[in-house]
């Protein structure tokens, strides 16, 4: 039985993994989560929010599904989500944001790939208190990581028939550590004469999304813009509740939603979980079992096209209903 690393999270988290585990039962694969509790929670019996034992079970395991965490804003300890994709080297995070059937959005046509930097840029956590009124923080972009993540952009789409990478960037502002990204972008298009080029400033980007999203195909970013854009682009096809993720690295791959935990609406039976489901989708694929994760991803579409979801896509079900409307598609 395939052994695989489940965090639950908090906040909305344990109610859409529940969700989750019940669907991926019902359609007859057989997992063996390893589960582990992370975050908060954790911090009063651990003393870290991140124990080991996380990531000894990643490293065992080499994937994971993951439930949004809880990170305390302006204080308190280090996002959970930041520590795991660079103590296990997660350098690409991967947004697939494509509409759903049925789903009413403002465009019809929108499938784009956001390829995000994962492990550095304002992200190190590198922030100072210079004196009372100013505090500063430290971009840090490095040829390795930008090369890299230029790199897997670039293959993701050969192996996935895309036509063009974009690269984004706000290197007229920031021409050192911008301008290095997009120096690595060039350097690294050369090798991939079939695809399609294009560079675009990153608020010039958001301007056209909410104009013409369609003419965007796989774009590649550095981590903060990666983070933002990647929320923009969840709000094409319908919200957070419906946009999936995954952390992929050489090693080890965490598949995880775009979105947060939620505490607005944590614990009412309100989260919509696909966000979650279609991350597990594609760690099905990841890991090879594809029958599986088409057989779900039909029950899935088949429950939207019914007109059955959430309230966060303007559906009238709860997150309990909504999981058995998906698990009575699947066993039809
Ligand atoms: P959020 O993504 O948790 O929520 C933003 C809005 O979207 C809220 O109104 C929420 O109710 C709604 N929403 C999100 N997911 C939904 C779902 N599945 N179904 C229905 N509605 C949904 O963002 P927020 O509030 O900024 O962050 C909350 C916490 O989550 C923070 O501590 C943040 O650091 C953390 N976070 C964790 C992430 C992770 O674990 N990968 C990613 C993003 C944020």
Redesign the pocket.
């Known amino acids: 039985m395939t052994r695989i690393t489940l965090i639950n999270?908090d906040?909305?988290?344990p109610e859409?993994s529940d969700a989750v585990v019940k669907i991926i039962e019902a359609s007859g694969l057989k997992i063996d989560w390893d589960i582990q509790t992370a975050g908060e929670d954790v911090i009063e019996t651990e003393g870290t929010p991140l124990p080991e034992r996380v990531l000894n079970s990643i490293k065992e395991n080499k994937v994971a599904l993951?439930?949004?965490?809880?990170?305390?804003?302006g204080k308190g300890f280090r996002?959970?989500?930041v520590q795991l994709r660079k103590s296990l080297d997660l350098f690409a995070n991967l947004r697939p944001c494509k509409n759903l059937p049925d789903i009413k959005t403002k465009f019809n046509n929108v499938d784009i790939v956001v390829v995000r930097e994962n492990t550095e840029d304002l992200y190190a956590g590198i922030e100072r208190q210079v004196d009372a009124d100013t505090a500063e923080s430290i971009k840090i972009i490095t040829r390795k990581a930008s090369e890299r993540i230029c790199k897997f952009a670039f293959d993701y789409a050969v192996k996935n028939n895309r036509q063009e990478v974009c690269v984004v960037t706000k290197a007229n502002i920031m021409k050192l550590s911008d301008g290095l990204f997009l120096d690595c972008y060039r350097q690294v298009s050369q090798n991939y004469p079939q695809i399609k080029k294009r560079e675009i400033l990153v608020d010039n980007l958001c301007m056209q999304l909410v104009q013409n999203p369609s003419q965007f195909d796989v774009l590649v970013l550095p981590n903060l813009y990666g983070d933002i854009v990647s929320?923009l682009c969840a709000g094409l096809i319908g919200?957070?509740?419906?946009a999936q993720?995954a952390n992929i690295g050489l090693d080890y791959a965490v598949f995880?939603?775009?979105?947060?935990?939620?505490?607005?609406?944590k614990g009412q039976n309100?989260?919509?979980?696909?966000?979650?489901l279609l991350s597990a989708i594609e760690m099905l694929k990841y890991i090879g079992q594809t029958f599986y994760a088409e057989k779900i991803e039909n029950a899935l579409f088949k429950t939207l096209s019914q007109g059955k979801y959430?309230?966060?896509l303007g559906g009238n079900l709860s997150?309990s209903e909504f999981t058995d409307a998906i698990i009575t598609n699947l066993l039809a």
Do not use: Y
């Open positions: 999270g906040g909305i988290g859409i993951k439930a949004p965490v809880t990170t305390p804003i996002s959970v989500n929320d919200g957070l509740g419906v993720g995880e939603p775009v979105h947060g935990s939620a505490p607005d609406i309100k989260a919509n979980p696909t966000a979650l959430t309230k966060d997150t």
